[in-house]
């Protein structure tokens, strides 16, 4: 079968419809993160004109503390120059029943299940801990390059459903200073590299933060020494208890309900999109090379990584998506390392503010539109082409691919097609 991509042509169609949008929006408030600026060593390749990614984040007290390791900065040049954000004029967001999950769409078991603040989970995705615990209760998964040689890791986000482990638990990345912001969470992670430590230090958030290795609320963590002693090693045996972690955040009067409006959901297919029954997303690393197939049955996608089911460790079925959202984002490298003292993989800030290009995967068709952050604190909007007009999600859970845009060292395109 004929396979399709997001072409070099395509990012300029959006960024033409983008540039006259610019012309009449203004630019909104900057995420509260460091910007990273990477030393200009090559030319990159030829680039879209594509006038996203955004808004200059402002840094924050992190930006210039001590504690960051001195070493040689790394040598990616920076994809774009941030600039203007468009904020789409969509008109307000749907009110939705007091039982309906805001995050997938659909009725909750347990209405109280929303009175409490949404939790998001760093998640390893490492070969040797798979299959994880506590993907399929996700709302929502982003899944994002980490670093080490081009694997991937999850930030997983919990709120609707009952869950009692999540994990393995991994450190944290430079996205996990966007994500708590956007879904007002609480964050669980396995600490830091040296380099990221003060950003998350002083995060806006630093009050919503489970960290294991620092003590912070190390006990709603645990080890699964049954893993251990069947040989896995130790770094990957660590899980959080998610229902500990929200009976903290109660005794420490931090697990209110949040406004988590913004996303809109249709149980039909909007027109205009395109058959896709089978989706390619090949991050650079073989074993993360991802893989979703249209089970028209069950009306979801079935997931591979590394060209295997990609399983659930609990009850062994294979992973599954609702919708797959490929969204575009600027990769910069950062001048400090995730493998400190070893300096071979810098950390990677992934711009997720602002706006880009994305393809909406949903009911075996994909759309191909724009993604938008116009402030901190919200959550990724699904818009057509043009900006203005919402792409509906279709009720279900949500998988969210991030993808560098053009000239980043590891670029690549996620394909599709309509057969086998």
């Known amino acids: 079968m004929s396979k399709r991509c997001w072409s070099s042509g395509a990012l300029m169609a959006v960024g033409a419809a983008l540039a006259l949008l610019l012309l009449t929006f203004v630019a909104c408030r900057a995420p509260e993160s460091a910007q990273v600026t990477a030393t200009p060593t090559k030319t990159p390749r030829p680039l879209p004109s594509l006038a996203t990614a955004t808004n200059t984040p402002a840094p924050t007290a992190a930006a210039t503390a001590t504690s960051t390791p001195t070493v040689a900065p790394p040598t990616q ?28 769409g659909l009725g909750v078991s347990d209405p109280a299940l929303l009175n409490r603040r949404p939790l998001a989970v760093k998640v390893q995705n490492a070969e040797l801990a798979r299959p994880q615990f506590g993907l399929p209760q996700a709302d929502i998964v982003y899944e994002h390059l980490e670093s080490q040689a081009a694997y991937t890791r999850f930030t997983a986000i919990y709120l609707c459903q009952p ?33 990221l430590y003060p950003y998350f230090l ?4 630093k009050d919503r933060e489970f960290v294991h290795p620092w003590g912070w609320h190390a006990e709603a963590f645990y080890r699964d020494m049954d ?4 040989g896995l090693p130790i770094e990957f045996t660590l899980f959080a208890d998610p229902v500990k972690i929200w009976q903290i955040a109660a005794q420490l009067g931090i697990n209110q309900p949040q406004d988590l409006s913004g996303l809109t959901f249709s149980p039909t297919a909007p027109a205009g999109g395109q058959p896709a029954i089978h989706i390619s997303i090949p991050y650079p690393t073989r074993t993360m090379y ?28 294979q992973l599954s998506a609702t919708n797959v959202i490929v969204a575009y984002a600027n990769h910069v490298d950062a001048d400090f390392y995730e493998d400190y003292p070893r300096t071979k993989w810098p950390s990677i800030q992934i711009q ?40 509906p999600l279709k009720p279900g859970n949500t998988w969210i691919e991030l993808v560098p845009l053009p000239g980043y060292k590891w670029s690549f395109e996620a394909t599709w097609d309509a057969g086998g």
């Not at 993604?371 to 959550?379: H, I, N, S, T, Y």
């Open 77 to 104: 040049t920076p994809v774009l120059t941030p600039t203007l954000s468009v904020e789409p004029t969509a008109t307000s967001w749907p009110t939705l029943a007091a039982d309906i999950c805001p995050l997938t």
């Open 163 to 195: 869950v009692t482990k999540v994990g393995s638990v991994r450190s944290a990345r430079f996205i996990d200073l966007e994500i708590p912001a956007m879904y007002k969470s609480l964050l669980a992670f396995a600490g830091t590299s040296p380099g």
């Open 202 to 205: 002083n995060a806006d958030f």
């Open 227 to 230: 893993l251990y002693h069947g």
């Open 290 to 317: 991802v893989d979703y197939r249209y089970d028209a049955a069950k009306g979801v996608y079935l997931r591979w990584n590394g060209r295997e089911p990609h399983l659930d460790a609990a009850s062994g079925e």
């Open 352 to 391: 997720l503010w602002g706006t880009g290009p994305m393809l909406l995967f949903r009911d075996g068709q994909v759309y191909e539109g724009l993604w938008a952050r116009p402030e901190r604190d919200d959550m990724l909007l699904l818009r057509d082409p043009a900006g203005q007009v919402p792409i």
